[in-house]
């Protein structure tokens, strides 16, 4: 199983930012996605998650209406388009997969697989 994220960079605030997790080894289709979020010195944070179906997204409130997370099954893809960044986004970004679709889509312990992480900062 890999989960491999890409796209992060570096932005000026207010700038626009794609993140891409691209998934192999495993059926893409059957699990739900989630993104996570870690800033120096701070723990792990839950950021967005999209179901199987890509159907009911949840975010965090500190990115809702700024960040939308999308997915192409066809291409076990999935998306998470940042708008709006502000200097506090600055953090590692990872993706991970979920294979049971449980209520705690923000929660680390509910997924199963990680990707690597992409670094995403946002300058002021």
């Known amino acids: 199983v890999q989960l491999q994220a890409s796209g992060g960079g570096l932005v000026q605030a207010g700038g626009s930012l794609r993140l891409a997790c691209a998934a192999s080894?495993?059926?893409?289709?059957?699990?739900?996605m989630g993104w996570f979020r870690q800033a120096p010195g701070k723990g792990r944070e839950f950021v967005a998650s999209?179901?199987?179906?890509?159907?009911?997204?949840n975010y965090a409130d500190s990115v809702k209406d700024r960040f939308t997370i999308s997915r192409d099954n066809d291409k076990n893809m999935v998306y998470l388009q940042l708008d709006s960044l502000k200097p506090e986004d600055t953090a590692v970004y990872y993706c991970?997969?979920?294979?049971?679709?449980?209520?705690?889509?923000?929660?680390?312990?509910?997924?199963?697989?990680w990707g690597q992480g992409t670094q995403v900062t946002v300058s002021s």
């Open positions: 991970a997969a979920d294979r049971f679709g449980g209520n705690f889509y923000d929660q680390m312990h509910e997924y199963d697989y």
């Open positions: 999209i179901r199987r179906s890509a159907n009911g997204p």
């Open positions: 080894g495993y059926n893409f289709r059957n699990y739900n």
